[in-house]
């Protein structure tokens, strides 16, 4: 029996379509077709310049479009050979982290809906619309901020992010135990997640499985800690490794995570340094011929950005290796032989933003 | 004091010398079919509501608070909303049996409410065989919902039917041996004899343990046969978008979505019968004064009382759970729950061979 | 390994290699012939263990056609990267699919927007187009008229 | 031993589920907890940098302070500001260009701010305005410069 799941479907979280091909309840292949919400963004950098197009990338990945924008401003800045300011450096590495968090929540609220427990969803999203406010404070917009730009950051700080972040972590600690409660020592939800959607260490290589997804099998693939960028090499914070595999071993990754980002943030919310929060750049941003690639760690995995220049005010092409589309060419891989609820529960460990697999 | 028993006896003498003995029983089947009918609607309204204010206040939301005060006719305006709305038949699904299965499965839900005492005295037929009448027609509700789902010509929807049919006939098995326990232990099949037997104080609370296993069968049980998350893979709206209903539209999904209140609360009222007793109000030994207060509050009120927080339970259970998968709830029947209402009934026979349960 | 050590080991592999100069990791000029075991090469070789395609891509040059691989090892943690140059009337190149399967989809992506062929990819359809779409929406000289918007 | 196995299932399975009906439980009796915003009554609260719309920002006297240099115009990477130009002359007699309309689509505006930063006379900015919705979108067309306006003294 073949079925259609999506292009508009509860669990796919947007325009994702799978036709799957089912003996009973058994999943036998999965087939995803994709392009619902290809706009073409590589095609339109082209005729944007290098300040222009970053908020294109916002519109990647919108739930890490941050950490989006922070990986083409440093393709950009590696091209111009400029260092940024030791303050916006700081700054960019605090908002990525909030986005991570973000990010981390919604999925973990998400993953509990797909899972058919819709309570988690509310109090996840109690916490992100903290971030969210945090996030409006400083950068004036909640989802696509466009706060960073080549040199540094758009504005300074709001005077009251520092109160308000600290306000924030203190509730969160004060809430992050509901989580296990809640769902992560559900005997159903364990039930559902483990043994369910099996990738090997050797597969996530193969398949490019990065993030939380790699992670989860053991593949140390944190680009913060193997190719640090900004500060990261000076923060304290551990890379989350689980041998598991399966759909609990990367839920376990991203709740682990949330933790360590949150050590990041109370390590840098007191040390910000002063000074400018941009450095002086050219008002035509030109970048030399050549080549650049960056890679940055989203919430899902390792973003690549890949330009190339021919020396104009404009990219000749840019590429967005986004981890998505390769954490998806896994799930065929991972969901065979499994039921259907077992594939909704790999869907949502693989926490797939399809703008982010379909750019 | 206006009691539901002294609302019947009345009407009947009333119609008795007015209309002489044939025409006063076809009056009263009458009146008793629309009581029935109004019956649905108010409970499928309110239960609605219920539902949707206790789970916004777990999810710390508001729920419904507009359309009236505190939102009370939201339900109302839904249900006006889907009457008025088109009921779409597909294409390629086949009409009659289409057509014909939400009625099946609300026609199920009333043929239920018959033997069920609402109060004292005041039951619609108290046939000897009340329990096993029910346990026989609740699983006629399946039929209904196979028979949406395969004429939906629609793949969701008949692994939603095919998924409900496994689920409600293990989930019978265990229904039924726990009922079991409790009519060994009270020695009849009768409703009306069972709340009498409880007179003394109610199964649950007189301290029995096999009670205490098959009560907790018997709702885990009902939150299976009934559909309802943590077991919903019927509807299961993030695998089978909505499962057997997903091609209904308008008054025919109202009907399906009321049908699941109405199997909600015929499930608790049974198991409000059986464990709590049904009307009975809660005694206590022998504190007189107590015990008159108790039975000042009406019967009415002590069985929807009691249905009411089991239904509350239940909803409960599903804003709390994540669904089962397929594999794993028939699992849980037959390794875990059949077993254990079997050796529970065991037990429970060799009490009341014992006659330790008096 | 360095960058130096990285092209000394590359040339026991294959005789004539020409790197290009610059950039951050070590480039590879490639032709498409033979690239398909000189890729078996790289990823098998226990020194080098290039275990980890983390970008696949093309580029139009307007006169030809390049692939762009981005390599890494999981093990050694080195990069490489190779440019293949394809001809822009009839650009194939052999599939690296079976090598890392990560590539399935890049592929699929590069044949869909640029129009490259993959000689033995087991399943060379559109990934986002339409398949009977027309013209490869990436290269320089694609016209749309309608959903093309010109600011 | 597998019946002290199966016994142990069935305590961890119901203590685990009720942990989190306790949870549920909590906040089911505790109204204080709640986080509805009923919104159109109770106002948001907006912080003071959201980027609702871009306005132009005239004093009391009716000026602005737009030259018409078209910084932000090229800023914008989506074509929302349109600048049309006019040549006024001045108290002197000498010709002066001056902007006759300053077009803005909020229909194609994304919020980036580019165009405020980019402004060399702080002459537009981000207003907190969140409510855009209309019946037509015609009405997204909009002319930022006031009818009359004038550019302000001493603004280059």
């Known amino acids: ?359 | 004091m206006i009691s539901l028993e002294g609302l019947k006896t009345s009407t009947q003498i009333w119609l008795q010398n007015n209309l002489g003995e044939p025409w006063a029983f076809m009056a009263q089947s009458v009146l008793v079919g629309i009581a029935a009918i109004t019956l649905f609607a108010v409970l499928g309204l309110a239960l609605v509501y219920m539902e949707r204010k206790v789970a916004a206040l777990m999810q710390i939301r508001l729920g419904p608070n507009r359309v009236g005060p505190m939102g009370i006719l939201q339900t109302s305006a839904d249900t006006l909303k889907l009457v008025m709305k088109e009921g779409l038949t597909p294409d390629g699904a086949d009409k009659f049996l289409f057509n014909l299965a939400p009625f099946l499965v609300m026609i199920a839900a009333m043929l239920i409410l018959a033997p069920i005492a609402f109060a004292k005295n005041f039951q619609i037929w108290d046939l000897s065989i009340g329990v096993l009448y029910v346990a026989a027609i609740s699983s006629v509700t399946v039929i209904g919902i196979l028979m949406a789902g395969w004429s939906s010509n629609n793949k969701y929807s008949l692994l939603g039917a095919m998924r409900s049919a496994a689920q409600i006939v293990s989930y019978e098995l265990s229904a039924g041996l726990s009922i079991l326990a409790i009519v060994i232990l009270t020695g009849s099949l009768r409703i009306s004899d069972i709340i009498n037997s409880q007179a003394d104080g109610w199964w649950i609370i007189k301290g029995h343990i096999p009670v205490l296993i098959a009560f907790i069968v018997f709702l885990i049980a009902v939150t299976a046969e009934t559909n309802r998350a943590p077991f919903d893979l019927a509807e299961a709206e993030s695998e089978l978008t909505a499962g057997f209903h997903t091609e209904y539209s308008g008054m025919k999904f109202a009907l399906f979505f009321l049908a699941e209140y109405i199997n909600i609360f015929i499930g608790c009222a049974i198991g409000a019968t059986l464990f709590f007793g049904g009307w009975m109000p809660f005694h206590i030994g022998n504190w007189e004064a107590f015990n008159h207060v108790m039975d000042y509050i009406p019967s009415s009120i002590w069985f929807f009382g009691k249905t009411l927080f089991l239904i509350f339970v239940i909803m409960w259970f599903r804003w709390t759970f994540p669904r089962l998968r397929i594999d794993q709830l028939l699992n849980l029947e037959w390794k875990y729950l059949l077993p254990i209402s079997m050796i529970n009934l065991l037990i429970v026979t060799f009490m009341a061979i014992m006659g330790w349960h008096l | 390994m360095t960058k130096d050590e990285l092209k000394i080991k590359l040339e026991t592999l294959r005789e004539g290699l020409s790197f290009e100069e610059g950039g951050e990791w070590t480039t590879l000029n490639l032709e498409p012939e033979g690239f398909k075991n000189f890729a078996a090469q790289i990823k098998n070789d226990s020194d080098l263990q290039f275990d980890y395609l983390f970008c696949q891509t093309a580029v139009d040059w307007k006169t030809h056609l390049s692939m762009v691989y981005h390599l890494s090892s999981t093990v050694f943690r080195h990069e490489l990267v190779i440019k293949i140059k394809l001809e822009k009337s009839s650009p194939v190149v052999d599939t690296v699919c079976d090598l890392w399967r990560t590539a399935e989809f890049h592929e699929r992506e590069a044949y869909d927007l640029m129009g490259i062929e993959f000689l033995g990819h087991p399943d060379l359809r559109r990934l986002f187009m339409t398949p009977d779409h027309e013209g490869f929406p990436l290269r320089k000289d694609y016209e749309d008229p309608i959903n093309m918007i010109k600011l | 031993m597998f019946l002290k196995e199966y016994f142990k299932t069935i305590y961890q399975t119901i203590r685990s589920l009720l942990t989190g009906m306790r949870l549920t439980g909590y906040y089911f009796t505790h109204k204080k907890e709640i986080i509805t915003e009923q919104y159109p009554e109770a106002r948001p609260v907006i912080a003071e940098r959201f980027k609702g719309e871009v306005i132009m920002v005239h004093n009391e006297a009716n000026e602005h302070k737009c030259t018409g240099c078209t910084a932000c115009e090229l800023a914008c990477p989506n074509g929302t500001i349109k600048i049309v130009t006019k040549n006024e002359i001045n108290a002197e007699g000498k010709k002066k260009k001056a902007i006759d309309t300053f077009v803005y689509r909020l229909e194609l505006c994304t919020m980036c701010n580019l165009c405020v930063v980019a402004c060399p006379t702080d002459a537009i900015i981000m207003s907190n305005n969140f409510e855009h919705s209309v019946f037509d979108r015609r009405e997204f067309t909009k002319v930022l410069n006031n009818p009359g306006s004038k550019i302000m003294e001493g603004v280059e």
């Open chain 1, 1 to 359: 029996m073949i079925i259609n799941v999506g292009p508009q479907h509860p669990s796919t979280h947007g325009v994702l379509h799978l036709v799957i091909t089912l003996n009973g309840e058994t999943v036998k292949k999965v087939e995803p077709h994709l392009g619902y919400i290809h706009r073409s963004i590589e095609k339109m950098c082209e005729s944007l310049s290098y300040r222009q197009f970053i908020y294109v990338t916002s519109r990647m990945d919108y739930l890490s479009s941050h950490i989006n924008n922070h990986g083409c401003a440093l393709c950009v800045e590696k091209g111009l050979q400029i260092e940024i300011p030791s303050r916006s450096q700081v700054i960019r590495v605090l908002m990525d982290e909030l986005t991570r968090l973000a990010s981390h929540l919604l999925w973990w609220g998400a993953l509990a809906m797909d899972l058919g427990a819709f309570t988690p969803f509310f109090y996840a999203f109690r916490e992100r619309e903290m971030i969210n406010e945090l996030m409006e404070d400083t950068c004036g917009a909640r989802l696509t901020m466009n706060y960073i730009v080549p040199g540094g950051v758009m504005m300074d700080l709001h005077p009251d992010f520092q109160r308000k972040v600290k306000e924030f972590l203190k509730l969160f600690q004060s809430k992050i135990h509901e989580y296990d409660e809640l769902v992560t020592n559900n005997i159903i939800f364990q039930n559902r997640t483990k043994g369910v959607g099996f990738i090997s260490r050797e597969d996530a290589i193969s398949f490019g499985c990065t993030g939380p997804t790699g992670r989860g099998s053991g593949l140390s693939c944190d680009i913060r800690k193997l190719y640090p960028y900004e500060i990261y090499d000076q923060l304290q914070f551990d890379e989350i490794i689980e041998q598991g595999g399966d759909s609990f071993a990367r839920y376990k990754v991203r709740v682990r995570e949330m933790v360590q980002s949150m050590r990041i943030i109370e390590q840098l919310i007191d040390n910000i340094p002063e000074g400018d929060f941009q450095a002086k750049t050219k008002a035509v941003l030109k970048l030399p011929k050549g080549d650049f690639y960056t890679r940055v760690e989203t919430a899902r995995g390792e973003l690549g950005v890949y330009i190339v220049s021919e020396g104009g005010s404009t990219p000749y092409r840019i590429k967005f290796r986004s981890p998505g589309f390769s954490n998806l060419s896994a799930l065929d891989h991972m969901s065979r032989g499994g039921k259907i609820g077992d594939l909704m529960a790999t869907m949502g460990t693989l926490d797939l933003v399809i703008p982010d697999i379909d750019r």
